[in-house]
């Protein structure tokens, strides 16, 4: 296969691809349903025309029929009063009248045939359009009920285009809201340590000098806890207890005297 025939290939796939789903069935159905129409029509102003032809050469016929009449007449009046030579003239123009009756009668038999058969033509026509109107009326609702749900479901399940564009702006505005709450988070935390300070009242140097000793503590009997749930360390005691508990632990126990060892010289002596 050459290169030509293959880009032309692939254009008339793409081509066929697009036009496909720019295709609207519903479009199409009423596009062919006026196209039969218009059919219709033209066949319909054929048997009017054949039927016009056929009365002209009626009413031609009637005339020259008319004209036979009256040279019989004449002929007839012409040999009463013994011209017979006028008789015979009528006679010879009454049948070369009759040669043209036969050729129009000849004709108008032909065009009431034609008329006929488009007549028959125009009529099985119309009802080939009518079923086709109610065949594509029927289509077109069964195709527009089918993407109204289509839409429903898509709508239902989130994956239409629209319904895609309102999630994604959700999901955006739900990840600026949780940025904007960690950021205010953030910042309380950092005044509160005093990484930040608070420019809209006034600074206390001193007062936040007593909050940060002041948590000190706190901290402290905090961690003494955990060590000793961890078996590191004993629990402390509490802040209220203080020393009372303390003294009189020390006042109850009685003294003892340090012990010396005396270590034996030799010989005895101590």
């Known amino acids: 296969m050459s290169v030509m025939?293959?880009?032309?290939?692939?254009?008339?796939?793409?081509?066929?691809?697009?036009?496909?789903r720019m295709e609207?069935?519903?479009?199409?159905?009423?596009?062919?349903y006026q196209r039969q129409l218009e059919m219709l029509?033209?066949?319909?102003?054929?048997?009017?025309d054949v039927a016009t032809?056929?009365?002209?050469?009626?009413?031609?016929?009637?005339q020259l029929e008319g004209q036979q009449t009256k040279l019989t007449d004449?002929?007839?009046?012409?040999?009463?009063?013994?011209?017979?030579?006028?008789?015979?003239?009528?006679l010879t123009r009454r049948a070369g009248l009759e040669s043209q009756l036969n050729d129009l009668r000849g004709q108008y038999q032909q065009l009431q045939g034609e008329e006929e058969k488009l007549t028959l033509a125009s009529q099985r026509l119309q009802a080939k359009v009518d079923s086709f109107r109610t065949r594509k009326e029927t289509i077109k609702a069964t195709y527009t009920a089918a993407e109204a749900q289509t839409k429903i479901n898509e709508a239902f399940s989130g994956i239409s285009e629209e319904m895609g564009d309102v999630g994604l702006a959700i999901q955006r505005?739900?990840?600026k809201t949780d940025t904007m709450k960690a950021r205010a988070g953030a910042i309380d935390e950092l005044l509160a340590s005093g990484a930040l300070e608070d420019?809209?009242?006034?600074?206390?140097?001193?007062?936040a000098e007593l909050d940060r000793m002041g948590s000190g503590p706190g901290v402290d009997l905090e961690l003494e806890q955990l060590k000793a749930e961890l078996g590191q360390a004993p629990a402390?005691?509490?802040l209220n207890q203080g020393n009372a508990t303390a003294q009189p632990q020390q006042q109850d126990t009685p003294q003892q005297a340090p012990q010396v060892n005396w270590q034996e010289k030799p010989g005895g002596a101590q």
Do not use: C, H, W
Request: aromatic share 4%; hydrophobic share 30%; net charge positive.
């Open 5 to 20: 025939k293959r880009m032309s290939m692939i254009f008339k796939s793409k081509a066929n691809r697009a036009l496909d």
């Open 24 to 32: 609207d069935p519903r479009e199409t159905l009423d596009y062919s």
């Open 41 to 48: 029509q033209k066949v319909r102003r054929g048997v009017a």
């Open 53 to 62: 032809s056929r009365k002209r050469l009626e009413l031609q016929i009637n």
């Open 74 to 90: 004449q002929g007839k009046k012409a040999l009463q009063v013994g011209r017979e030579d006028l008789a015979r003239e009528a």
């Open 173 to 175: 505005a739900e990840e």
């Open 199 to 207: 420019f809209s009242g006034p600074k206390d140097d001193i007062q």
């Open 236 to 238: 402390p005691k509490e």
